[in-house]
């Protein structure tokens, strides 16, 4: 039966019954912030294609994250940024590396705060890809190809994921799409004592334009080609089921899908397909357009990331990493205060 336009007309004419029937809400506890930390810097350095972003220090990171933690955000995710790149990428997995050294100062300044960390190669190699590239037979990289040797680079990634275990990171997020990382990381994480360290798994990370600001952000763009031999193509949606499938029956304990606004259909068809925790990664792309729009007073900057977000929650979200989480969290609190 039809329900009667009438009832809904009247449903909706009461402020108090409309926010008895919201079926979502977008709540502080599903926010994850981003953080990049850059190795060698003297003070914050603000990201000009990200304005209100910035990189930060181990020391002033630390306190970022404890502000953080005093909104209500219960977790962040770190992203590091070497002094030093080559082409083997050992400054990803050092024990003294920026990640790890930040990992361990944050966890002794908010032991509580949730600290995820990434793990790819793109920010510690020179050539700006997210793995080992293929060599010649003579020897010499094959730069102008740009093929990442998939088996070499997931043996870097499970010590990249076990070196951020040691340091203290509660999860680690594999954002790299090579293939067979998720059980190589599970299994070095379980012979080492690190069963209890979950993983989320970037599984379905598209080849989007989005990611322009990031690269900046993270100083990792390709010195050549692009990424879309191993990033998935936007107008693949089976091919998304897949890999979520794979990297669960690998051991990721959660599927992330990147960017967001654009794929809520994916987040959607992720969570109702698998019944599993699913977050959704709201990239810098979609950060720079609200707020370059918004500087510009087109848009209402408030409004549209409210209900952007919301938006996800709706397709099946149960986290959202967002560069918007500490202007959520306060507007949320002057939402609660209002009230």
């Given at each position: 039966?039809k329900?009667?336009?009438?009832?809904l007309?009247r449903?909706r004419?009461?402020?108090?019954?409309?926010k008895?029937?919201?079926e979502?809400?977008?709540?502080?506890?599903?926010?994850?912030?981003?953080?990049f930390?850059?190795?060698g810097l003297v003070?914050?350095a603000?990201?000009?294609?990200?304005?209100g972003q910035?990189?930060?220090?181990?020391?002033t990171a630390?306190?970022?994250?404890?502000?953080l933690?005093?909104?209500?955000i219960?977790g962040?995710i770190?992203?590091?940024i070497?002094?030093?790149?080559d082409?083997t990428?050992?400054a990803?997995f050092?024990?003294n590396?920026i990640i790890q050294?930040?990992?361990?100062?944050?966890?002794?300044k908010?032991p509580?705060?949730?600290v995820?960390t990434?793990v790819?190669?793109c920010?510690?190699?020179?050539h700006?890809?997210?793995?080992?590239?293929k060599k010649r037979e003579?020897g010499?990289w094959?730069?102008?190809?740009?093929?990442v040797?998939?088996?070499a680079t997931v043996?870097?990634?499970a010590k990249?994921?076990l070196?951020h275990?040691?340091?203290?990171a509660?999860v680690?997020?594999?954002?790299?799409?090579?293939?067979?990382?998720?059980?190589?990381?599970?299994?070095v994480?379980?012979?080492n004592?690190?069963?209890r360290?979950?993983?989320?798994?970037?599984?379905?990370?598209y080849?989007?334009s989005f990611?322009?600001p990031?690269r900046?952000a993270?100083?990792s763009?390709?010195?050549?080609?692009?990424?879309a031999?191993?990033?998935?193509?936007?107008a693949?949606?089976a091919?998304a089921?897949?890999?979520a499938?794979?990297?669960?029956k690998?051991?990721?304990d959660?599927i992330l899908v990147?960017p967001a606004?654009?794929?809520?259909?994916?987040?959607?068809?992720i969570k109702?397909k698998?019944?599993?925790?699913v977050?959704?990664?709201s990239?810098?792309?979609?950060?720079a357009?609200?707020?370059?729009?918004?500087?510009?007073g087109?848009i209402?900057a408030?409004?549209?990331?409210?209900e952007?977000?919301?938006?996800?929650k709706?397709?099946?979200a149960?986290?959202?990493?967002t560069y918007w989480?500490?202007d959520?969290a306060?507007w949320?609190e002057d939402?609660?205060?209002?009230?």
């Amino acid at each position: 039966m039809k329900y009667p336009e009438l009832r809904l007309r009247r449903l909706r004419e009461h402020f108090a019954l409309r926010k008895i029937l919201t079926e979502h809400t977008l709540l502080k506890k599903d926010l994850i912030q981003p953080l990049f930390v850059k190795e060698g810097l003297v003070k914050p350095a603000e990201i000009t294609s990200m304005p209100g972003q910035w990189q930060w220090t181990e020391n002033t990171a630390a306190d970022e994250a404890r502000r953080l933690e005093a909104l209500g955000i219960p977790g962040i995710i770190l992203f590091g940024i070497p002094s030093k790149k080559d082409k083997t990428g050992k400054a990803a997995f050092s024990a003294n590396g920026i990640i790890q050294k930040t990992v361990r100062l944050i966890k002794k300044k908010c032991p509580k705060l949730l600290v995820i960390t990434d793990v790819c190669l793109c920010e510690y190699m020179s050539h700006g890809h997210c793995g080992i590239l293929k060599k010649r037979e003579s020897g010499k990289w094959r730069v102008e190809s740009g093929s990442v040797d998939n088996d070499a680079t997931v043996r870097l990634l499970a010590k990249i994921a076990l070196s951020h275990a040691r340091a203290g990171a509660d999860v680690v997020a594999p954002s790299d799409m090579m293939d067979g990382r998720v059980a190589a990381i599970r299994s070095v994480l379980d012979k080492n004592h690190f069963k209890r360290v979950p993983i989320i798994s970037y599984a379905v990370k598209y080849a989007s334009s989005f990611y322009a600001p990031f690269r900046e952000a993270a100083q990792s763009a390709p010195s050549f080609g692009d990424r879309a031999s191993y990033q998935m193509n936007p107008a693949n949606a089976a091919e998304a089921i897949r890999e979520a499938d794979t990297d669960l029956k690998e051991g990721a304990d959660m599927i992330l899908v990147k960017p967001a606004l654009g794929y809520s259909d994916i987040i959607f068809r992720i969570k109702n397909k698998f019944h599993c925790p699913v977050g959704a990664y709201s990239v810098s792309g979609e950060y720079a357009l609200i707020k370059a729009a918004s500087q510009k007073g087109w848009i209402d900057a408030k409004k549209m990331v409210l209900e952007t977000h919301l938006g996800l929650k709706r397709a099946g979200a149960n986290f959202i990493i967002t560069y918007w989480a500490k202007d959520i969290a306060e507007w949320l609190e002057d939402t609660c205060h209002s009230e």
